[in-house]
């Protein structure tokens, strides 16, 4: 009637997961068991002794307000935490606390670009890069990276820049591709991008979960007058299985840093004190038993990649790399478009939902048509039925 949402807001796209959720929910309702492949979030429940560090927190009293740019112990356990894992020298001054790595990406992007900038956006992309930048009135730029199998390199993004780009956004490992770009490459991209002085966002929420030969890979590491153009997103939520305790952190220099907080505190203010304590306390005085949960994680994930990966290899009309990140294997289905009684890839997805009750998300709205994600975080057991199920619908 009277309301309008605002420009800004319209501009915004909404969640194109959520029509998948709606259809799970939709065949769950009529009493159909559907195996969901679409969640972006560890299957593996928080780790008992961090659940424990919160209870601990709450007793202490770390019930109140803290700084918008988080407790003081937060910034400083992140800072050590970084030089004991990586040798990496991050000072706590650029540290902020974020809302998981989503509202330190949102923070970022909004204290840097003004509108008609130029954001470059490697594609296929994490769904909420390019909304915030319409948000914030900046122009989207999409780099192209089929040619390379949707590894960025530094040729696409030098094909990409023109004199108005101000950002990049790097993400790897990949949401959607799982793939990563090896650390040379990444030196080569930021090295050509402080030159020109664009800034980055290295979207670094999946950074632990790497698969051999490939190697855990931050641009913490890189020289300080590197990192001067660079703004780290990073996260608890996938790292620890703690998505919904929405903890995570920015890594920038001082200026950007503080235009981070200072639109932080006028928003979320800052991430839940309690949880800033026990994340503190996990990442120094728990730091072996921390990086256990993270192998014992990785370990597990590399088995169920395997077992996925390699079944879907052999599905006709089904092309799948093996994932070198994350936790998601991202299948061409182009093969089968255009015929079949398909037009796109949803079509093939809503096919797989509605005869093999196996939930898995279109690539369209990672801005790849063509392409289906298929998370493996989730059981072993679940993976082997979601693939008997699809075998028993493929009738191609
Ligand atoms: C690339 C990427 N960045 C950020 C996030 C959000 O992470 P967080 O829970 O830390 O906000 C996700 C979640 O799926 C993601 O895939």
């Known amino acids: 009637?009277?309301?309008?949402?605002?420009?800004?807001?319209?501009?915004m796209k909404g969640s194109a997961t959520l029509k998948a959720m709606q259809d799970v929910l939709r065949l769950r309702e009529q009493g159909i068991e559907v195996i969901d492949l679409t969640v972006g979030e560890p299957d593996f429940p928080s780790p008992r002794f961090i659940c424990e560090l919160a209870i601990e927190g709450l007793s202490k009293g770390y019930t109140k307000y803290t700084p918008s740019k988080g407790l003081k112990v937060y910034a400083e356990a992140i800072s050590e935490f970084y030089y004991r894992r990586f040798g990496a020298q991050v000072s706590p001054s650029q540290i902020a606390a974020s809302c998981g790595a989503k509202q330190a990406v949102f923070n970022a992007i909004c204290s840097l670009i003004n509108p008609g900038d130029e954001v470059l956006i490697p594609k296929p992309y994490w769904v909420s890069f390019p909304e915030i930048v319409n948000f914030c009135n900046g122009k989207v730029v999409f780099i192209e990276t089929e040619e390379?199998?949707?590894?960025?390199s530094l040729e696409s993004v030098k094909r990409a820049v023109t004199d108005k780009s101000k950002l990049l956004i790097l993400n790897s490992p990949n949401n959607p591709t799982g793939r990563v770009t090896s650390a040379e490459e990444i030196k080569k991209i930021i090295e050509?991008?402080?030159?020109?002085?664009?800034?980055?966002?290295?979207?670094?929420?999946?950074l632990f979960f790497v698969y051999p030969p490939m190697e855990v890979f931050t641009v913490a590491t890189l020289p300080a007058e590197l990192r001067h153009f660079v703004c780290i997103a990073g996260s608890f939520s996938k790292t620890?299985?703690?998505?919904?305790w929405r903890i995570g952190?920015?890594?920038a220099n001082e200026e950007w840093t503080k235009g981070i907080v200072r639109l932080q505190s006028h928003s979320a203010s800052h991430p839940t004190s309690f949880v800033q304590y026990a994340c503190a306390k996990a990442i120094t005085e728990k730091f072996d038993e921390s990086m256990n949960v993270v192998n014992e994680m990785l370990d597990e994930y590399k088995k169920r990649r395997e077992l996925l990966v390699f079944e879907l290899q052999r599905i006709s009309g089904f092309e799948c790399k093996m994932p070198q990140g994350a936790f998601y294997a991202f299948v061409d289905v182009r093969a089968l478009t255009g015929k079949n009684g398909f037009s796109s890839s949803a079509d093939v997805a809503s096919y797989l939902l509605e005869k093999g009750?196996?939930?898995v998300t279109d690539g369209s709205g990672f801005g790849a048509e063509g392409f289906l994600r298929f998370s493996y975080a989730t059981s072993t057991e679940n993976l082997k039925k979601a693939v008997e199920q699809i075998k028993s619908v493929v009738k191609w």
């Not at 050509?192 to 999946?206: H, L, N, P, Q």
């Not at 620890?240 to 919904?244: D, I, N, R, V």
Request: proline share 0%.
């Open 357 to 359: 009750h196996v939930a």
């Open 148 to 152: 390379n199998d949707f590894i960025l």
């Open 249 to 251: 952190y920015s890594i």
């Open 240 to 244: 620890f299985s703690m998505t919904g």
């Open 1 to 11: 009637m009277d309301f309008r949402i605002s420009q800004n807001v319209a501009r």
């Open 192 to 206: 050509f991008c402080a030159d020109r002085k664009i800034f980055v966002i290295a979207d670094e929420c999946y």
